[in-house]
């Protein structure tokens, strides 16, 4: 592996306080960047920082299903890091909801937490001054559920989709600011939000999903790797576009 991938860069991680989020702060820490890590919880933020590589880094509290907190979010991080380099929007809520029981609220809670905040995110960080003006990077965590039916998950995989639809257009109207935008798509992934769904699931069903993954089921830091990637130079040529990084589940 190459190291120090990430080498200064100034990067954003939401959704730090577990899984995903928490792991790609810790690989992004280990590979040299400068990391803000946003959450809601404020100890399991802080268990995040304690295992952060380095020092310069610092953690924000945040709820992102308001426009304005975003702003006042990337508002404090630019005021204490400077310009952002990468924002990895791994925020984000799943709940399984079989039509029966969807309600409205139900529906605006998981397209906040999921859409709206990724919108006012690419809002807030494209002015100017926010950002490295020779090239930056902003990835939305999608999931296979956008172009992979599964019954009950109706609201969250449309959510998803949103995500990508939304980072093809943001991609066109950012590029003259040099700020790449992109999606990752995990399959299955071992976190909380994948245990709490699991648990709502038969043996049978779950072994069912499990099958799917010719590569078997997936780990934070395989999502972590990908993330570096996209966030890297290496990718300067990469935006509008979704890696799906699924163990082959998106294949069938
Ligand atoms: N795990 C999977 O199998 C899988 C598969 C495909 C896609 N994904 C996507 O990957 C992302 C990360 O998933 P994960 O499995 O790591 O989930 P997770 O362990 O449940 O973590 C979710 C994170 O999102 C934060 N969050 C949720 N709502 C928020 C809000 N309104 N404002 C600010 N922060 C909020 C949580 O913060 P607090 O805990 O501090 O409240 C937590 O840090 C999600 O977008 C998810 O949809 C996951």
């Known amino acids: 592996m190459i190291a120090n991938l990430l080498k200064d860069k100034v990067v954003l991680i939401t959704g730090a ?9 810790v690989f992004f820490s280990q590979q040299g960047a400068k990391v803000i890590v946003t959450g809601r919880n404020q100890e399991r933020l802080a268990d995040t920082v304690s295992q952060l590589q380095g020092d310069k880094h610092f953690s924000l509290c945040s709820n992102l299903d308001s426009a304005d907190d975003v702003e006042q979010l990337i508002k404090t991080a630019v005021t204490q890091m400077g310009p952002i380099d990468g924002v990895v929007h791994c925020a984000g809520v ?3 909801l079989p039509l029966k029981v969807l309600k409205e609220n ?21 002015r100017k001054g926010r950002f490295n003006p020779q090239g930056s990077s902003l990835i939305f965590l999608s999931s296979v559920a956008a172009i992979c039916g599964e019954p009950a998950i109706s609201t969250y995989a449309a959510s998803k989709a ?8 943001l991609a066109l109207e950012l590029a003259r600011l040099k700020v790449r935008v ?15 769904f699991s648990q709502q699931l038969t043996s049978e069903q779950y072994m069912a999903i499990a099958d799917k993954h010719p590569l078997g089921l997936g780990t934070p830091e395989d999502i972590a ?6 966030t890297s130079d290496m990718a300067r040529w990469v935006t509008g576009t979704t890696l799906y990084v699924d163990g082959g589940y998106s294949a069938h």
């Open 182 to 196: 992109n999606c990752i798509a995990p399959g299955h992934v071992q976190t909380e939000m994948a245990k709490e």
């Open 17 to 25: 306080s577990s899984g995903i989020g928490k792991q790609t702060a």
């Open 225 to 230: 790797h990908a993330a570096a990637f996209l």
């Open 162 to 169: 949103a995500l990508q639809g939304l980072s093809k257009s």
């Open 106 to 126: 139900h529906f605006d809670d998981i397209f906040n937490a999921n859409v709206k905040s990724a919108q006012f995110l690419a809002k807030s960080i494209s």
């Open 94 to 96: 799943q709940k399984t």
